[in-house]
């Protein structure tokens, strides 16, 4: 990655620039996301659309509780699919064509990483999982100073809404539909994600600030707000930080977007596995259940996973 090669008013200017370009294609990729997603629900749930008024509550309706309509897990599996698509990942690439000027290959730099060290990257993930789901307990139980109660309201009501979606987005009646839930929670979004917010936001960044640990922090932050699930920032800033030093250590962004897929098909998996009772461990009481040391050998296995990962990068150079 460039170091930064900017200074003074230059500098912050060229970032604005950039940033505001940035959220532009994002902006635009979003709107056309919803667009061909929400024509892929009415075809999938075959909605009426002769009264416009009746076709406008109707979707209204189905966002806010899709339980409600038959066939609706596949419609809103197409929408994230083309929301991830449009917004995550066309949105950077029509960013990096006409603003930076570059292919969206460029950034992979250098040659693919050895298969050693996606394994050793799934590993971490793994290793940390014990350690995470305490930090995500920790994260919800947190409470805002006085005064920031109406905050703390609207904070405890996204996160309740979110909470909804997911589980209705949890439910797999069938093998098919954890098939797709794999195809576009941790497929596509894992993909999107890292282009965007490793591949496009942290190198710039990393290319203003000359900094590559800031770099990795803010984008690492800024990736977990984006997701409005506040009671659960912490922990996927954490993870987002993981994923870009990943990417700052390696030059190639298929290794963080492998380590992202692996962490959300294992949080599938499992509830696909809780559900078809191959386990009987709930894994939204995951963290209730595990033993303090358990968490402690995590923190200790972490250390030594992130230690490997750094000196196999050394040898990679």
Sequence with gaps: MQENQYSGPTRWFGLASNLLSLFGFFLLGSFLGQFFGLLAVVAILELPTTDVNQFQK???????????????FHGMMALQWFSALFTFVLGPWAYLSFVEKRSILELNQGETPRFQIFIWAVLTVLVSMPFMEYVIQWNENIVLPAGFEGVEQWMKSSESSLAELTKFLLNFQSDMDFA??????????????????????????????????????????????????????????????????????????????????????????????????????????????????????????????????????????
Excluded: C
């Design 180 to 317: 797709m839930a794999i195809m576009v929670i941790a497929g596509i979004a894992a993909l999107g994600e890292e282009i965007f917010f490793r591949g496009v936001l942290q190198s710039m960044f990393v290319r203003y600030f000359g900094n590559k640990h800031v770099a990795i922090w803010v984008a690492a932050a800024i990736f977990s707000f984006i997701h409005f699930q506040f009671y659960g920032f912490f922990p996927r800033m954490f993870l987002g930080a993981f994923f870009g030093y990943l990417y700052v250590w390696y030059g190639s962004i298929w290794v963080p977007i492998l380590a992202h897929f692996f962490n959300n098909a294992w949080t599938l998996t499992m509830h696909y596995m809780y559900q078809k009772k191959s386990i009987s461990i709930n894994p939204e009481q995951l963290g209730s259940e595990i033993p303090w040391w358990s968490a402690a050998l995590s923190v200790v296995l972490i250390v030594f996973y992130l230690r490997r990962l750094y000196l196999l990068r050394t040898e990679e150079s």
């Design 58 to 72: 109707l979707l209204i309706d189905f966002i806010a509780h899709p339980q409600k309509y038959g066939n609706a």
